[in-house]
């Protein structure tokens, strides 16, 4: 059985910069690619970037140029560096799994709170 365990969020200005992880267990880590999402309050939950297997990453338009997704194999974990951050990146971020040509789990974890705000 998968679980996903995030942590790493916090209360920071904006500006600042938070390093988010997801441990994950129960699974062949190196087989997934792996997302983050987020969901802020009234907001639908949205895909904010995602790294395959391979090492391939993809960004939201919203994110691009100050969020960057990574992972490391041996330690099953993925990770979500946010610099620049923006009082509308304000969410409750959350990780997720999929093998190529599947949708994404619904496993989730119970998410990790950012709050960015003066």
């Known amino acids: 059985q998968v679980q996903l365990v995030e942590s790493g969020g916090g209360l920071v200005q904006p500006g600042g910069s938070l390093r988010l992880s997801c441990a994950a267990s129960?699974?062949?880590?190196?087989?997934?690619?792996m997302g983050w999402f987020r969901q802020a309050p009234g907001k639908q939950r949205e895909l904010v970037a995602s790294?395959?297997?391979?090492?391939?990453?993809n960004y939201a338009d919203s994110v691009k140029g100050r969020f960057t997704i990574s992972r490391d194999n041996d330690k099953n974990t993925v990770y979500l560096q946010m610099n620049s951050l923006k009082p509308e990146d304000t969410a409750v971020y959350y990780c997720?799994?999929?093998?190529?040509?599947?949708?994404?789990?619904?496993?989730w974890g119970q998410g990790t709170q950012v709050t960015v705000s003066s």
């Open positions: 997720n799994l999929k093998r190529v040509g599947y949708m994404w789990s619904g496993s």
């Open positions: 129960g699974i062949i880590f190196k087989l997934y690619t």
């Open positions: 790294i395959t297997n391979s090492g391939s990453t």
